[in-house]
């Protein structure tokens, strides 16, 4: 973390300001906090930067993100959403507005980011702000030509364009530790690469609680996930991640939420992981070199003996499949969070869907050939895949996706 790193980082949201705190942390807002204390009392060295002031603990070194260099700068654009039909109830559902003629979309969303919303609404020449609700959910979009008459024409039919602003939705981004001890202690155990991640993410945006780790990774604690640094047996956090596998370990949690993922993926995943870490990818030499088709070999069969592992030593047991995880978000997280015996609102979940990637998918081109696995490695692989999926079956689960069974 740097003072330049986090004011880059506030700029691409479209926020004035940029917060600083314990050395590693950034914050970005639009307003200053109501009470300055004492400069000396920030006396954090940033961690990638000697002789920089990152803030302290519970403090914040603010910084203007209008004071970088303006060739350094560079602000994300609003990503269209979509044609939608209007709320019944605008007002309700539109908290904030401006009319202007020749209104444009980097106007609408230049203004409604200032304001703090994730969403730009135009509608001829009237601009609204609004977040993702119950009526107005972005779930059902209307062929774009209905939104492409002349501002006139729009302005008296009932559709809107949608834009996602820079700025995040923050109506679920508030965690915490759970006020008490739970009684129930609850694992998200997947395989490595499956997502156990982006799961904790969903679940923790969804819950407003913290998810703990059976191991310590310092990059994910700086990326927000404090449950990361809590004891895992402490529980004081809503489920606890682990990979590990074997009856003594399986037992010592009263419940899991089972994720798993197509094993191709989870190879792949778990490999640019070992290789160049969270967001990285493994380089061309990596794939090429015998690292690769021995580690096929050894995690493969890891991946099967997880999920066996757990459905015969769990006491108590959600499978959940990676992939409809992905395909039906909302669904099976609101099953996710029944389990584990909390609850959430449709806006709070709505909130989650809209901030649904989290900060740990890798972006960009994937630098090596799609199709690493030989002809060995498929039938190795297969035969795993068909052995859980009849496991899953005979433990009366469904069986596992059929676009990765083989046939």
């Not at 909302?330 to 709505?350: H, I």
């Given at each position: 973390m740097t003072v330049p790193h986090c004011q880059d980082a506030c700029a691409e949201r479209s926020y004035v300001y940029a917060g600083l705190e314990a050395g590693a942390e950034c914050y970005c807002g639009n307003r200053l906090p109501a009470m300055s204390v004492r400069p000396e009392e920030c006396d954090h060295e940033c961690k990638g930067e000697k002789g920089s002031v990152c803030g302290a603990v519970g403090r914040l070194s603010v910084y203007r993100v209008d004071e970088l260099q303006l060739g350094s700068r560079k602000r994300r654009t609003a990503t269209y959403r979509g044609c939608f039909r209007l709320p019944e109830n605008i007002t309700h559902a539109f908290p904030d507005s401006l009319t202007q003629a020749n209104v444009t979309v980097e106007t609408c969303s230049g203004f409604c980011s200032q304001k703090e919303f994730p969403l730009a609404v135009l509608r001829g020449w009237k601009c609204y702000c609004a977040y993702p609700t119950p009526q107005f959910s972005l779930r059902d979009a209307m062929d774009s030509s209905l939104c492409s008459q002349d501002p006139e024409a729009q302005r008296l039919a009932d559709y809107c364009e949608v834009y996602q602003t820079p700025v995040q939705d923050t109506r679920c981004t508030d965690r915490r530790f759970l006020p008490n001890k739970s009684k129930v202690f609850v694992a998200l155990s997947s395989f490595p690469g499956a997502g156990n991640t982006w799961a904790r993410h969903l679940i923790e945006h969804a819950t407003g609680f913290y998810t703990g780790s059976y191991y310590f990774d310092g990059t994910l604690y700086n990326k927000g996930f404090k449950g990361e640094k809590d004891h895992w047996r402490s529980r004081r956090t809503i489920c606890v991640k682990?990979?590990?596998?074997?009856?003594?370990?399986?037992?010592?949690?009263?419940?899991?939420?089972?994720?798993?993922?197509?094993?191709?993926?989870?190879?792949?995943?778990?490999?640019?992981?070992?290789?160049?870490?969270?967001?990285?990818?493994?380089?061309?030499?990596?794939?090429?070199?015998?690292?690769?088709?021995?580690?096929?070999?050894?995690?493969?069969?890891?991946?099967?003996?997880?999920?066996?592992?757990?459905?015969?030593?769990?006491?108590?047991?959600?499978?959940?499949?990676?992939?409809?995880?992905?395909?039906?978000?909302?669904?099976?997280?609101?099953?996710?969070?029944?389990?584990?015996?909390?609850?959430?609102?449709?806006?709070?979940?709505?909130?989650?869907?809209?901030?649904?990637?989290?900060?740990?998918?890798?972006?960009?081109?994937?630098?090596?050939?799609?199709?690493?696995?030989?002809?060995?490695?498929k039938d190795l692989i297969n035969g795993y895949i068909r052995t859980v999926d009849k496991a899953l079956r005979d433990h009366n689960w469904t069986g596992l996706p059929r676009e990765y069974v083989p046939r």
């Open positions: 682990t990979h590990e596998s074997g009856r003594r370990e399986i037992e010592m949690f009263d419940s899991a939420i089972l994720l798993i993922r197509n094993p191709y993926r989870s190879l792949v995943a778990e490999f640019n992981r070992k290789c160049a870490g969270h967001l990285g990818y493994a380089a061309d030499r990596n794939w090429k070199s015998k690292e690769w088709p021995d580690f096929v070999n050894s995690y493969s069969s890891w991946w099967s003996s997880h999920v066996l592992d757990w459905l015969k030593y769990g006491k108590r047991l959600l499978v959940v499949h990676y992939e409809e995880l992905r395909r039906s978000l909302v669904p099976t997280l609101r099953e996710m969070v029944a389990f584990l015996n909390a609850s959430v609102s449709e806006e709070r979940l709505l909130c989650v869907e809209n901030n649904k990637e989290g900060s740990f998918r890798r972006r960009g081109r994937r630098p090596h050939d799609p199709e690493p696995f030989t002809p060995e490695m």
